[in-house]
């Protein structure tokens, strides 16, 4: 399940009376990088056609500097003085207007905050040095299923989802099972596109013996979902996270000297804040290999976008055996086709007739959408190295399990 978030902030809408032309940015896609002074922000910005104006907030400096916007074909930069407003069109794909601002005002909080590693205690120590473990059981959905509880709230249902780089709360239980005031909002990408969320700060998030503070919450209408809550991986950054399908449990180390010699290390790409890893789809005499989202918030076995397909040419033998409706984190369904994939390797492993969606179209504003779902990833268990971004992986007993 991706979760992907930016703070920023909304105003009202409103029109400039007597603007003739604006400077452009010309981007073929929708994430943009943003140097504020001397800090880059890399993919740090969506392009938001829907929005006008999509205001921009500079941190507060003095005097003046220099921001420039990048896109994957064009930059532009501005050099800005304090409570100013500047505008300017992104143009996306030649087809799409943006209107933009960026405003220089002292008073307002600025769009991209310095970013805040999310880090815990240990409620009760044993003043042994041993990893931190959390249970878990595998739900019928094939998620990642753990307890916990946010502002001393009664045990929460909440899902481990590395395809989440946020803390979440299904709207529907705020004031009801647990107590939380929403006051900002945020920018959330699911695989179904782009929505504006309701958010919460300074909460308390209790796992087990493990406690966050000052921690920002996401609120967002799962409708009739199995769980809670998402956990997703920021609450392990700059760890490692040991997802052990045979023990049921995760286990976070600060580091590891050493992996046991039975995992294989393979390169993680972090991608809008969302680890991937690169595999292979086979069907007949058809190979296509790309990077695909580690997600264990998705309880599909693999999503295939229709520009991963278009862009590789494959089309699978068979006709569709069904078609699906899938629903992301923004609320918006979107429909695949649905195929038996002849085999998939991921690393040097190999698993057959797997289930496979191919969207019939891909969300709108959502890049990088092929995505690997826990049906497929619980037959492996694996290490995830955060700060060097590396997974190590080892098949277990459910590598050539049925899928059906």
């Given at each position: 399940m991706r979760t992907i978030t930016l703070l920023m902030l909304i105003l009202p809408s409103f029109m400039v009376l007597g603007q003739t032309s604006l400077p452009?940015?010309?981007s073929t896609t929708n994430r943009i990088s943003i140097k504020e002074g001397t800090i880059f922000h890399k993919d740090s910005w969506t392009?938001?056609?829907?929005?006008?104006w999509d205001e921009f907030v500079t941190t507060p400096f003095k005097i003046k500097k220099t921001i420039t916007f990048y896109s994957d074909i064009d930059s532009l930069s501005f050099t800005i003085?304090?409570?100013q407003i500047y505008d300017f069109i992104i143009l996306l794909n030649d087809e799409q207007t943006a209107y933009t601002r960026i405003n220089t005002s002292t008073d307002k909080p600025p769009s991209i905050s310095i970013k805040k590693v999310l880090t815990y205690y240990k409620k009760l120590t044993s003043g042994k040095a041993t990893p931190d473990s959390i249970p878990f059981k595998i739900g019928a959905d094939n998620r990642i299923h753990i307890l916990g509880k946010i502002n001393q709230s009664d045990s929460l249902d909440l899902i481990f989802d590395t395809g989440a780089n946020a803390i979440v709360i299904n709207r529907s239980l705020i004031?009801?099972?647990v107590n939380l005031n929403?006051?900002?909002q945020a920018q959330n990408q699911g695989s179904d596109g782009i929505s504006i969320v309701a958010t919460s700060s300074n909460n308390q998030l209790e796992i087990?013996?493990?406690i966050w503070d000052e921690v920002n919450i996401l609120a967002i209408d799962y409708q009739d979902s199995p769980f809670d809550g998402v956990l997703g991986w920021i609450a392990f950054e700059e760890k490692m996270v040991e997802i052990n399908y045979e023990l049921n449990i995760l286990v976070i180390h600060p580091n590891i000297a050493s992996i046991h010699p039975e995992y294989t290390q393979y390169p993680m790409k972090m991608i809008q804040g969302i680890p991937y890893i690169e595999g292979t789809v086979v069907t007949g005499n058809q190979k296509a290999t790309g990077w695909f989202g580690f997600d264990t918030g998705c309880s599909s076995s693999i999503l295939l976008s229709q520009r991963f397909a278009h862009e590789h040419r494959f089309k699978p033998i068979l006709p569709p055996i069904s078609i699906s409706t899938h629903l992301g984190s923004s609320g918006i369904a979107y429909q695949s086709n649905d195929y038996t994939l002849s085999k998939f390797k991921l690393?040097?492993?190999e698993t057959y007739l797997i289930p496979i969606s191919i969207n019939q179209k891909d969300p709108e504003g959502v890049n990088n959408n092929d995505i690997l779902g826990n049906l497929l990833l619980k037959r492996f268990n694996a290490i995830l190295d955060f700060k060097?971004?590396?997974i190590y992986l080892k098949p277990n007993q459910l590598l050539h399990s049925s899928y059906y």
């Open positions: 452009t940015l010309k392009v938001s056609p829907k929005i006008k003085k304090p409570n004031n009801k099972r929403l006051n900002g087990g013996n493990l690393g040097g492993f060097n971004q590396v």
